[in-house]
Structures are given as structure tokens and as C-alpha cells.
């Protein structure tokens, strides 16, 4: 990680946690970073719930002025009008939301989202003034091949394709290779230097070097308090997307504080 690119440690609750749980978590969070005395310059903290509980946390985060930051989990396509069930880009910025995650694997797995559907909802998060944390990555028999780096600069050419570099001044990118999601298989801080190093040299040639410089990218799968100190030593790793440990206050709030913790890894 470079001292010029702030880290960022976004907590992807993925469908859990209703507005009231979603409340109780965020309080318990703030109060454990106060607790502590995180310091919020060192890593910046983001809470990504379902929709329904997107005013509730915006409510408690104006209300009690909290330094934590919030966003959403998926945005429509389109900005509005007859699509039954979608959210619009514009409605979440209404709720104050900084970010949105696009393209995760879940989302390209289960409904078929394609590198072109990503892109057009990267623009319209970018067109709402909204951060798209935009997700990468390759499944198990991609990486068993050796074709994990081509594969993900791929989606990464398809998933930005069009943008301009003052666009990707408010982009994150998120690599998070399939086979270490939710499955305590978490992949090695080389693995995720590897690949994150070859996203930013792929931006640097599409756009620039002082893009791609500026340009967080985050590891995600499988990430703990135990685990982050390691991954985040390296050069390319700008912070991380949590899924499950992001659900417990205390465990986030160590992952958030990765300044402190000892680097475990013996490396
Ligand atoms: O998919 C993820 C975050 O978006 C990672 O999930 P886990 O941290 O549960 O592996």
C-alpha cells in the first residue's frame, strides 16, 4: 500500500441483517473505532448493507455524525421509470450512499451479469457522483489453469470500457477471486499482490500512470483481523472487500485497524 492512496475497508454484508440489526451493527462498530481510537486517515471505514436498510444507516450515521461511510450492494442499469424491483443510481445518492458495489461474482454468477452490464452500471453510479467498487476476479478452474491474470484484466477492460480518467478518479477496483469467497480459503497476500499489480499496470497503459497510481485497489475473500496486516504490506493492495467478518463488529473494526495488528504471516 502507498501513503497516497487512502485504505479503504468496505463491508459487504451481502443479503443479511434487517434495518434494526443494520443499526445495532453500526453503533457497535462506531463504538468499537471510538474505543479504540482509530484513526480514520489510516483507513477509511464503509459499511455496504442490503437496501432496506440503507436510511436506517444513514439516519444513524447524520444523526450521531459518524465518520463511517455507507453504500449499496448493486444499482439498476437504467435511471428510472418501468423497471419493477430496481434501484436507481440517483435514489441511492439521495440516500447519501458514497458507494456501490458492481459486478461482484455473486451478482455475475446467479444473475448473469456480463462485463458490458457492469460497465453501464459503473457509469451510471459515476453519473449519480457515487463510487463504483467494481469486482473482478476468476473461479477456481480459471486459477487450477494458471489463467487467473488474463482472465481478470479482462473483465477489468470490459468492466471500465469507455471511461474516461477523470471517471476513474472516483473508481475502486475489487479483486476477489471466487474460490477464496466465503470459503476460509483466503488467498495467499502474493496471490493478491500478483494480481493487483497487473490491474494497475493494465490501467496505467489504458489510461496513465498517475491514474493508475492513484487508483485504490482492494483484495477481497476471506478476509480477517488475523489475516489483513499481511495482505495489506503489499505495494498493489489498497484495502479490502470483507463479506462475512464484516458482520461482526469487533472482527471489522480489527480489520479496519490493520495499522495495529502484527503481521502474522512470518513473512
Ligand atoms: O465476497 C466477499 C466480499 O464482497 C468476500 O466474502 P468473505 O469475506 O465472506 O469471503
Not at 441483517?17 to 463504538?31: P, Y
Not at 447524520?62 to 444499482?75: R, S, T
Not at 435514489?91 to 461474482?105: A, F, R
Not at 474460490?179 to 493478491?192: F, H, K, Q, R
Request: charge should be negative; charged fraction near 20%; hydrophobic fraction near 45%.
Amino acid at each position: 500500500m502507498t501513503s497516497a492512496r487512502k485504505p479503504l475497508m468496505a463491508g459487504n454484508w451481502k443479503s443479511n441483517l434487517n434495518h434494526q440489526e443494520a443499526v445495532v451493527l453500526v453503533q457497535k462498530l462506531a463504538w468499537t473505532l471510538q474505543d479504540k481510537k482509530h484513526d480514520f486517515d489510516k483507513a477509511e471505514v464503509v459499511v455496504i448493507p442490503p437496501f432496506t436498510d440503507i436510511r436506517s444507516v444513514q439516519t444513524l450515521v447524520d444523526g450521531d455524525h459518524l465518520a463511517i461511510g455507507y453504500g449499496a450492494q448493486d444499482v439498476s442499469e437504467h435511471d428510472g421509470g418501468a423497471y419493477t424491483g430496481e434501484i436507481s443510481a440517483a435514489m441511492l445518492s439521495k440516500l447519501g450512499c458514497s458507494y456501490v458495489v458492481v459486478g461482484h461474482s455473486e451478482r455475475r454468477e446467479h444473475h448473469a451479469e456480463t462485463d458490458a452490464v457492469v460497465n453501464v452500471k459503473a457509469t451510471k453510479a459515476l453519473a449519480a457522483g457515487i463510487s463504483p467498487i467494481v469486482c473482478v476476479g476468476e473461479g477456481l478452474e480459471v486459477r487450477q489453469a494458471g489463467d487467473h491474470v488474463a482472465y481478470t484484466l479482462e473483465q477489468v477492460d470490459g468492466s471500465l470500457a469507455g471511461l474516461t480518467a477523470e471517471q476513474l478518479a472516483d473508481v475502486v477496483i475489487a479483486y476477489e477471486p471466487v474460490w477464496a469467497i466465503g470459503t476460509g480459503e483466503v488467498a495467499t497476500p502474493e496471490d493478491a499482490q500478483e494480481v493487483c499489480a497487473a490491474i494497475r499496470g493494465r490501467v496505467e497503459e489504458t489510461w496513465s500512470s498517475e491514474v493508475a497510481s492513484a487508483l485504490r485497489i482492494l483484495y477481497g475473500g476471506s478476509v480477517k483481523a488475523a489475516n489483513i496486516a499481511a495482505i495489506m504490506a503489499k505495494s498493489d493492495v489498497d484495502g479490502a472487500l470483507v463479506g462475512g467478518a464484516s458482520l461482526q463488529p469487533e472482527e471489522f473494526a480489527g480489520i479496519a485497524r490493520f495499522y495495529a495488528m502484527p503481521d502474522l504471516s512470518g513473512a
